[in-house]
């Protein structure tokens, strides 16, 4: 069985009604005391928590998988600098090679050296990105250079990193499956997590609570991989294309494409992973469509029927407000700087 199916299974178990993942039980027991212990040494100081010398905000999420985060993170990035902020991003990396010195991320950076995310972003916004499997030390890289608020695109399990303010984003089609904790269902952390955080995000569906705040991600045009052409997605209406969509939902990514009129046929793909682009042409002469993350993992691909398909955030012009007002009160007025 391939990784890809493998986690399928295991989503179509922990998002479903089969009773199996009830068996895992006593490991999701196991999961939580350390979820608990943890969470118990940094609030006692026994394990600290560091600040770097600016305001952080963490952009992360209670369940495994996508939810919207990384185009979350470029669209307060803008935000933040429209104010007049000069925002830095820090990542762990993830897909990427393991660097323990922070590592400076741009456009023509390549993902399978520092993560596909931190290459969308770095595309995206144009701002200064780091990566690090420790956080702090990127945080604090970017401080020095001159960034004056931090993003972290996702860690918000990272408590060695101290933030001012943190966003949970929630998918709001999936929501939070069975409930459970690793490995019975996809929960990091208790759903209770979400009464910590300072803004909560629902991604799609509909906000179960006056505390959530809601938005999507709309798609309307593919770019070429070589980022010479647009299209609209309108122009693929009736098409079989294949689907490319190495994230932690593809489904989401085909829900889009068929709601232009498009024919997706999935093709298989690790979070984080490739595949052979060339193999499927041969194998039926269709477009190929993929996610933007997906597609900074291509950047050799000269095929003119490879696209990628990127989304922005939408939202209510009184929901960008309440969330830049609270965002603008916890970072205060990050040119004074926070202690180090």
């Known amino acids: 069985m391939s990784e890809r199916r493998a986690v399928r299974r295991v989503e179509r178990l922990w998002y479903g009604t089969s009773a ?18 943890r969470r118990l040494l940094y609030a006692r100081g026994w394990l600290r928590s560091i600040k770097v010398g600016a305001p952080v905000i963490v952009v ?21 600098r429209a ?27 390549r993902a399978e050296e520092v993560g596909d995310e931190p290459v969308v972003l770095a595309r995206r ?11 702090v ?17 996702d860690g918000l399990q990272h408590y060695a990193l101290a933030r001012d303010l943190e966003i949970i984003v929630v998918d709001g089609e999936r929501r939070f499956g069975n409930g459970l904790l690793l490995p019975a269902g996809p929960l990091r952390e208790p759903v209770k ?19 959530e705040l809601g938005f999507r991600l709309r ?31 593809p489904g989401r990514f085909y829900a889009t494409l068929r709601q232009h009129g498009i024919v997706p046929v999935s093709v298989m793909v690790p979070d984080h992973g490739r595949t052979d682009l060339a193999l499927l042409r041969e194998q ?50 990050p040119t004074a700087g926070h202690d180090g």
Not at 60 to 71: A, D, H, L, W
Not at 86 to 106: L, M
Not at 298 to 317: F, I, K, L, S, T
Request: glycine share 10%.
């Open 125 to 135: 916004t144009g701002m200064p990105v780091a990566v690090c499997v420790a956080r």
């Open 219 to 249: 798609a309307v045009e593919a770019v070429a991989l070589s980022r010479s052409e647009r299209r609209s997605l309108a122009s693929f209406s009736g098409q079989r294309v294949w689907a490319v969509a190495g994230i932690g939902d």
């Open 284 to 333: 039926a002469d269709w477009p190929i469509l993929m996610t933007e993350k997906d597609a900074v993992k291509y950047p050799d691909c000269h095929d003119q029927a490879a696209w990628y398909v990127p989304v922005e955030v939408e939202m209510e012009d009184r929901i960008e407000a309440g969330i830049m007002e609270r965002v603008t009160a916890a970072i205060g007025s």
């Open 20 to 37: 199996v993942p009830w068996l895992l039980l006593p490991l999701s027991a196991l999961f939580a005391a350390g979820v608990w212990l």
């Open 83 to 109: 104010t007049g902020c000069r925002p830095g991003i820090v990542s762990r990396g993830y897909g990427g090679r393991s660097h323990h010195e922070p590592v400076s991320v741009t456009a023509a950076s």
């Open 193 to 211: 997590r979400l009464l910590d955080a300072g803004l909560v995000l629902v991604n799609g569906g509909s906000t179960q609570s006056a505390d």
């Open 60 to 80: 992360g999420n209670i369940t495994v998988g996508g939810t919207g985060k990384t185009p979350v993170v470029a669209w307060l990035a803008r935000r933040l």
């Open 137 to 153: 030390e990127a945080a604090r890289r970017l401080v020095e250079q001159g960034a004056d608020v931090i993003l972290a695109d």
